[in-house]
T-cell receptor, first 111, second 113 residues
Framework: GENVEQHPSTLSVQEGDSAVIKCTYSDSASNYFPWYKQELGKGPQLIIDIRSNVGEKKDQRIAVTLNKTAKHFSLHITETQPEDSAVYFCAASMPGNQFYFGTGTSLTVIP | DTAVSQTPKYLVTQMGNDKSIKCEQNLGHDTMYWYKQDSKKFLKIMFSYNNKELIINETVPNRFSPKSPDKAHLNLHINSLELGDSAVYFC????????????FGPGTRLTVT
């Protein structure tokens, strides 16, 4: 089955700096890559996703890049704010299959 | 309006008891899931139902039994609770499996003493 690795497990940045979280996957058939943000005491919530026919996608301060050849994808958060502090999960999947989640990155933005 | 709701939010019980967690989604989705999140925050898929049919059943003790009375509901019943069952359980739903966003419920924190 698919194996998703996520790094780093913890990340601390100063407010206003950028944060980058990286994931790799093993199954070249995976074609959907969502990113979820989980705030304390809440369920994960989708913040951005990308499909394999696209190399990059942006939504305001958040961007995701995908390198299908190398089988890795990354989340970029610019101009970080304290409310960006949360646990972030990447995932990989394909039609009819489950989401394979990474192990999570705990992001702390220091004011 | 809550898209995916779970009850109860907190559940404290003793070893050996039987308990249920209920999940309902009002999004009209065809697929529903149960996840377990342990203390290290790892999200592990337990079950997935599509149109009331079980499609994913990961390696989960058979003390866990999901039941889907209709497309909008997926309940989780746990028999003979053990200390290791303590975790946060999330219900989720999506329109299609593997290609659409999954919407997560707020979670149920289960503590077995």
């Amino acid at each position: 089955g698919e194996n998703v690795e996520q790094h780093p497990s913890t990340l601390s940045v100063q407010e206003g700096d950028s944060a980058v979280i990286k994931c790799t996957y093993s199954d070249s058939a995976s074609n959907y890559f969502p990113w979820y943000k989980q705030e304390l005491g809440k369920g994960p919530q989708l913040i951005i996703d990308i499909r394999s026919n696209v190399g990059e996608k942006k939504d305001q301060r958040i961007a995701v890049t995908l390198n299908k050849t190398a089988k890795h994808f990354s989340l970029h958060i610019t101009e970080t704010q304290p409310e960006d502090s949360a646990v972030y999960f990447c995932a990989a999947s394909m039609p009819g299959n489950q989401f394979y989640f990474g192990t999570g990155t705990s992001l702390t933005v220091i004011p | 309006d809550t898209a995916v709701s779970q009850t109860p939010k907190y559940l404290v019980t003793q070893m050996g008891n039987d308990k249920s967690i209920k999940c309902e989604q009002n999004l009209g989705h065809d697929t529903m899931y149960w996840y377990k999140q342990d203390s290290k925050k790892f999200l592990k898929i337990m079950f997935s139902y599509n149109n009331k049919e079980l499609i994913i059943n990961e390696t989960v003790p058979n003390r866990f039994s999901p039941k889907s009375p209709d497309k909008a509901h997926l309940n989780l019943h746990i028999n003979s609770l053990e200390l290791g069952d303590s975790a946060v359980y999330f219900c989720a739903s999506s329109q299609r499996t593997g290609v659409d966003e999954q919407y997560f419920g707020p979670g149920t924190r289960l503590t077995v003493t």
